[in-house]
């Protein structure tokens, strides 16, 4: 009977054993398991935090573009203008130019 308990213990004590070491990979795969998630939230913090960054520069460059496509067309029709009075004034050195020659000629 003695020996039958002490065999008996012994397996227990076996198992114990076993089971301790198997709580303890667990244990440790958990841990890692843990940090690999700390690590990813952390990434993906960061990643949240550029998008966001990103997002805003894309909004500014938006803004950018924006008011440089109305500083073009300001600029464009403010061209068109002094264009149109630079022909005006050729036009009216032409037909000035033109008089003269007729009086000019007229006097001759």
Do not use: C, F, P, W
Not at 25 to 46: G, N
Request: hydrophobic share 35%; glycine share 4%.
């Amino acid at each position: 009977e003695n020996e039958r308990l002490a065999e008996v213990s012994g397996r227990l004590g076996s198992e114990d054993s076993a089971l301790g070491q198997d709580i303890s990979k667990v244990t440790a795969e958990a841990e890692a398991v843990a940090a690999q998630y700390e690590l990813l939230e952390k990434s993906m913090k960061a990643t949240d935090e550029e998008e966001a960054r990103i997002v805003e520069e894309g909004k500014h460059a938006k803004d950018g573009l924006s008011q440089l496509s109305t500083n073009i067309q300001i600029v464009t029709v403010e061209r068109q203008k002094i264009e149109k009075q630079v022909l005006a004034e050729e036009s009216n050195r032409t037909t000035v130019s033109k008089a003269v020659r007729n009086l000019q000629k007229q006097a001759a």
